[in-house]
């Protein structure tokens, strides 16, 4: 897989306009925006703060293309301490 910055593709713009309006009445027929974040959530707000507070105790390193999956190797084994102890 090539890196975005570095990906040449030869594509068409195939952008569809769509009236806000019709956006907004879309998204309240499935709750609003309120609800927005609760339909996006793969996790639960209790393993998000363990996993920020792990995160934070490797330094909270910057994450990158190219050591994205080393960070995530290093938390865990520490998520698996937490919930084991």
Same mark, same amino acid.
């Given at each position: ?7 040449? /593709? &030869? /594509?068409?713009?195939? #952008? ?8 907004? +009445? #879309? ?8 609800? +927005? ?15 920020? /507070?792990?995160?934070? &105790? #490797? ?18 084994? #520490? ?7």
């Amino acid at each position: 897989m090539q890196f975005p910055e570095t990906f040449v /593709a &030869d /594509a068409q713009r195939c #952008l569809i306009p769509v009236p806000a309006e019709e956006v907004d +009445r #879309l998204r309240n027929t499935i709750g609003g925006t309120e609800d +927005r974040e609760r339909r996006f959530r793969h996790i639960t707000p209790e393993f998000e703060g363990v996993a920020e /507070a792990i995160y934070g &105790d #490797l330094g909270s390193p910057t994450i990158t293309m190219n050591n994205a999956w080393e960070v995530y190797e290093q938390m865990i084994p #520490l998520v698996i301490q937490f919930y084991n102890s």
